[in-house]
């Protein structure tokens, strides 16, 4: 069954260590997102990207990167990890203008 | 710059009523799509129903229905026998080709009292 996949799904880090969020897709989408959402709260687009080699920065400043050498993955990093960057990020795929976004199940980062 | 604004932070509903949850939206462009998503506690995003722009007709899946006022931009979701299952954050989104990178309200949370 065609997806989106996110691990881990939670993950308690300490101060300074680099980490690196996945986000896999089956279904073979170009355009994928990568949203910021402090728990309950609205959603803010942090990256995006149009296909392989593409990335582009959204409209929330963010200190992490991403990188898309294959359709299927769409990895966030986080150099060196501040308490500041605990929250909820999701991943999206854009499932043609008409149908939206697929989300994936979101990773819940607390930073310690 | 598009914004979406929900002023509804919270509302409750008891089970088997009807609930309406507001969203306005701010944007010059004429073809657009709005979108109301469904974010259930710890639990994946969904979507709920979707409008296009230039369609009058207003949408409905099963018990949720909009209220879509193109001249007003405004786009309320109405959902009709509330059951315990419709306890969740909505948010309501604005996406615009080709762009096509979503625009999310701040959410309003509903829930359903039996």
């Known amino acids: 069954e065609a997806d989106i996949y996110q691990t881990p799904r939670y993950l308690v880090i300490g101060t300074g260590k680099k980490i690196t969020l996945e986000c896999s897709q089956t279904?073979?989408?170009?355009?994928m997102y990568w949203y910021q959402q402090d728990p309950g709260m609205e959603l803010h687009l942090i990256h995006y990207?149009?296909?392989?080699?593409?990335?582009e920065k959204g409209d929330l400043s963010s200190e992490s990167t991403v990188s898309r050498i294959r359709t299927e993955h769409f990895p966030l990093t986080l150099e060196s990890a501040r308490p500041s960057h605990t929250s909820q990020y999701l991943c999206?795929?854009?499932?043609?203008?008409?149908?939206?976004?697929?989300f994936g199940s979101g990773t819940r980062l607390t930073v310690v | 710059a598009q914004t979406v604004t929900q002023s509804q932070p919270e509302m409750s509903v008891q089970e088997a009523e009807t609930v309406t949850l507001s969203c306005t939206y701010d944007?010059?462009?004429?073809?657009?799509?709005l979108f109301w998503y469904k974010q259930p506690p710890s639990r994946q995003m969904i979507l709920v129903i979707r409008?296009?722009?230039?369609?009058?007709q207003n949408a409905t899946e099963n018990r949720f229905s909009v209220n879509f006022q193109k001249a007003a931009k405004s786009f309320s979701l109405k959902i009709s026998d509330s059951q315990l299952g419709d306890t969740a954050m909505y948010f309501c989104?604005?996406?615009?080709?080709?762009?096509?990178?979503?625009?999310f309200g701040a959410g309003t949370r509903l829930t359903v009292k039996p």
């Open positions: 999206a795929t854009l499932n043609g203008t008409y149908y939206g976004y697929t």
């Open positions: 279904m073979g989408h170009d355009k």
């Open positions: 990207s149009y296909g392989v080699n593409s990335t």
């Open positions: 944007t010059s462009e004429s073809n657009y799509y």
């Open positions: 409008q296009e722009a230039y369609k009058q």
């Open positions: 989104a604005f996406m615009k080709p080709p762009q096509e990178d979503m625009r």
